[in-house]
Each structure stands twice: as C-alpha cells, then as structure tokens.
C-alpha cells in the first residue's frame, strides 16, 4: 500500500491528483506544514528535510514530486499519465517537471517564506517585492510553454498539468492581487480544464480545499 504525507495545496496536491488519475490503492497522512508539523521529529524520521511530499512504497520513502509523479505514471503505463519512457515526448514531459521543480515553485519562497531568507527582518518587505516579480516572470514563461496547448504537452492531459495548477492556484492566495500579478490566459484555461476532472475534485476535497471560480 502507498502512503503519500502531503500538506493541503501544497506542491503535494499534485500526487495526489496523480494517485487519483492512476486509480491505484493508497492512504494519505496530512503533515500540515502551517502548523509546521513537517519539522517534528516523527516525520523527520520519514523525510529528514522535513518536506512534502513523501511516499511510502514497500518499506522505502520517495521524496520529491517530479520523481513520485514519475513513479506513479510508471505503474500505470496503460493510462499515459505521462508518455512512454524513452520517447521524446517523455523528455519533453520531464523538461516541464523539472522547470515547475527548479523554476516555478522556487520563485515562490521569497514571497511565502521572506523570513527565511534574511537575518534582517526589515528586509522583508522589499524580498517579498523582488520575490512577486519573480513569480509573474516565471508563470509568464508557463503561459507561454503552454500556448494554444490547452495542456502543457499539448491535446491530452498529463501529470505535469496538477503539478501546474498548484502554482496557478498559489498565484491566486494573499499577498498575491490584481495589481501586481498579471493575467496568464493559458494558465487559467489550463487551470479550468484541469480542475474539470473529477480525480483532481476528489483529491482537492479530500484535503478540504474549495474548487476556486476562475
């Protein structure tokens, strides 16, 4: 039986997703981040950087969500979460993955998380400025990877679109706003395919998260 240790909308969101589209038996345990309960003990045990997501497989932990999101598109070759290993079209998927990882989520950070980026906290203000500006520029290259898609590889849904929507989601949360994040038409569109899915509407329920209107 897998486990996935996830937070609610955190990166996580998408395994989940992922376990829902793949249709495989598994469990969840919430470590809420905001009550920083990734930091206890107990889960440092399971994942030392104390991070989500984790996935228990047979007696062993995957971190990370490029490679859980990998595995469980693996197990299920038939439903082409992902494309077949080996093809360009798999190359191209991990490109996605791997931007969304390195790019995308670490733009974030200085915004949700400027005090741990500083010893001085009257720089938080201005990190989390400079960390805005850093998030619209990488969602404006998502946009444009994405293009006329409507996926992000192209016509069929794969994993790499619930490992999107959590950072189209993010874009929409405090301190976030009109004034100082711009539309991303493809992404929105992406986003509202995406969040059609029944496998996405059950994961997100099941971590008490309201579908958004968009």
């Known amino acids: 039986m897998l486990n996935l240790y996830y937070s609610p909308l955190a990166c996580s969101l998408s395994c989940h ?51 859980i999101l990998s595995f469980i598109a693996d197990q299920v070759p038939d439903k082409a979460l992902l494309p ?18 390195s790019t995308v989520h670490i733009a974030f950070r200085p915004v949700f998380r400027p005090e741990r980026l500083v010893e001085d906290q009257g720089c938080i203000e201005g990190l989390r400025r400079v960390g805005i500006k850093a998030v619209a520029e990488a969602l404006r ?34 301190p976030f706003n009109s ?18 899915r029944s496998t996405v509407r059950r994961a997100m329920a099941a971590e008490g998260l309201q579908i958004p209107s968009l």
């Open 84 to 101: 077949a290993a080996g093809t360009a079209a798999r190359a191209q998927a991990h490109e996605w993955l791997n931007f969304l990882s």
């Open 179 to 196: 004034d100082n994040m711009p539309d991303f038409p493809a992404l929105r569109s992406n986003a509202k395919k995406v969040l059609a």
């Open 17 to 67: 997703i992922a376990l829902e589209e793949a249709g495989i038996p598994y469990e969840t345990t919430e470590i809420n981040t905001k009550t920083q309960a990734n930091l206890a003990v107990s889960y440092r045990a399971i994942n030392p950087l104390g991070k989500v997501p984790a996935l228990a497989i047979e007696g062993r932990v995957l971190t990370e969500a490029a490679a």
């Open 141 to 174: 290259q998502a946009d444009a990877k994405v293009g006329k898609g409507p996926y992000a590889l192209g016509h069929a849904f794969s994993l790499c679109d619930g490992y999107l929507l959590v950072f189209y989601l993010w874009s929409k949360r405090d």
